[in-house]
């Protein structure tokens, strides 16, 4: 079994930082690519930023120069460092992992979800 556990959301004003934590724990055997997805209400999940294991990134258009995502393949842990943040940030961020457990079975797995709300 596999847990993702998010932390690090919460209130913060137009302009203003958080930084998202996401570890994953359990019977893991390697983790491929993490990445941080959002879902505002009445919207569809999106992708926002992704990291492979090798430590390339991608990001959403409108997060670049604002958002760093990052990776410790030690601890198993992604971090989104979100900077500049505006009103449309605020969404449901959930953590996502492509790994391979222990049997040798690859798997997607999602985190509970953290609220980041931008607002004055």
């Known amino acids: 079994q596999v847990q993702l556990v998010e932390s690090g959301g919460g209130l913060v004003q137009p302009g203003g930082s958080l930084r998202l934590s996401c570890a994953a724990s359990g019977n893991i055997f390697s983790i491929n690519t993490m990445g941080w997805y959002r879902q505002a209400p009445g919207e569809q999940r999106e992708l926002v930023a992704a990291?492979?294991?090798?430590?390339?990134?991608n990001y959403r258009d409108s997060v670049k120069g604002r958002f760093t995502i990052s990776r410790d393949n030690a601890k198993n842990t992604v971090y989104l460092q979100m900077n500049n943040l505006k009103p449309e940030d605020t969404a449901v961020y959930y953590c996502n992992a492509d790994l391979i457990v222990t049997n040798m079975i690859r798997y997607r797995y999602w985190g509970q979800g953290t609220q980041v709300t931008v607002s004055s």
């Open positions: 990291i492979t294991s090798g430590g390339s990134t």
